[in-house]
C-alpha cells in the first residue's frame, strides 16, 4: 500500500492544515498570556512591587527566559503540526479526487499512499471496491439528484388496488363512524380507558 514517495508538499489541504496552525498559535498565546498573569498576580502578593517598572522588572527576571524560550519553540511547534498534518490531508484530498471521478463515470487507477500516511486502511479498501467494480464490469454512473429520484415514484393519481378502489377512497371509509346513534357512540367511548 505504502510507496516509495516521499511527501514534498507540506501544504495538501490548505483550509484544513491552516485551522490547525491558526488554533496552535491562539493556544500558545492564550498558554502565554496565563501563565504571565499568574505570574503577575504571584509577584504582586509576593513581592509587592512599589511601582509599576518594578513590577516589569521581577516579571522579566522570573519569567522572561520562559517567554523567549516558548517564543523560539513556536515554529517548531507550528512546523512539525504541518507536517503531522499533511499525513492527514494529504491522503483525503487524494480519496476525494478518486470519488469524484468514481462519481463522474470513470474508473481511477489504484492509489498507493506515502509512508508514514494516515486512512491506509480505508485506502485499501477503496482499492478492493474499484477492483471488484472494475472486474464485475459496473462502470458507477453519475449520481442522481434526490429530486429526480423521488420525482420518477411520484404520481398525482391516488393508487388503486385488485379491486378497482383507492386508498384515499379506503382510507376515509374506513374513517366514518356508523349512524346508528348513541349506543355506537358508546360501544366505541367504552373501549376508552380514561
Given at each position: 500500500m505504502t ?9 495538501a489541504d ?10 496552535t498559535a ?12 499568574v505570574?503577575?498576580?504571584?509577584i ?14 521581577q ?7 520562559a517567554?523567549?524560550?516558548s ?5 517548531l ?10 499525513r492527514f490531508a494529504g491522503p483525503?484530498?487524494r480519496?476525494?479526487?478518486v470519488m ?10 489504484a492509489?498507493t499512499?506515502?509512508?508514514g ?5 480505508f485506502a ?6 474499484m ?6 464490469g459496473?462502470?458507477p454512473s453519475?449520481?442522481?439528484?434526490p ?8 404520481t398525482d ?13 379506503q ?12 349506543d ?5 367511548y ?5
Amino acid at each position: 500500500m505504502t510507496g516509495g514517495k516521499r511527501r514534498h508538499q507540506m501544504f495538501a489541504d490548505r483550509k484544513i492544515q491552516g485551522a490547525l496552525l491558526a488554533h496552535t498559535a491562539i493556544y500558545w498565546f492564550y498558554c502565554l498570556f496565563s501563565v504571565t498573569l499568574v505570574a503577575v498576580c504571584w509577584i504582586i502578593f509576593t513581592k509587592q512591587p512599589e511601582t509599576s517598572a518594578e513590577l516589569f522588572t521581577q516579571l522579566w527576571f522570573n519569567c522572561g527566559p520562559a517567554l523567549l524560550g516558548s517564543v523560539l519553540l513556536l515554529p517548531l511547534v507550528l512546523l512539525d503540526c504541518l507536517r503531522l498534518s499533511s499525513r492527514f490531508a494529504g491522503p483525503m484530498v487524494r480519496m476525494q479526487r478518486v470519488m469524484r471521478e468514481m462519481a463522474a463515470g470513470e474508473t481511477p487507477a489504484a492509489f498507493t499512499l506515502r509512508p508514514g500516511d494516515y486512512w491506509t486502511e480505508f485506502a485499501e479498501n477503496m482499492n478492493i471496491v474499484m477492483q471488484r467494480l472494475s472486474e464485475a464490469g459496473a462502470q458507477p454512473s453519475p449520481i442522481q439528484s434526490p429530486t429526480s429520484a423521488i420525482s420518477e415514484f411520484a404520481t398525482d393519481e391516488p393508487q388503486s388496488d385488485a379491486t378497482g378502489f383507492d386508498s384515499e377512497t379506503q382510507l376515509a371509509s374506513s374513517l366514518v363512524a356508523p349512524a346508528d346513534g348513541e349506543d355506537d357512540a358508546q360501544s366505541i367511548y367504552s373501549d376508552l380507558s380514561i
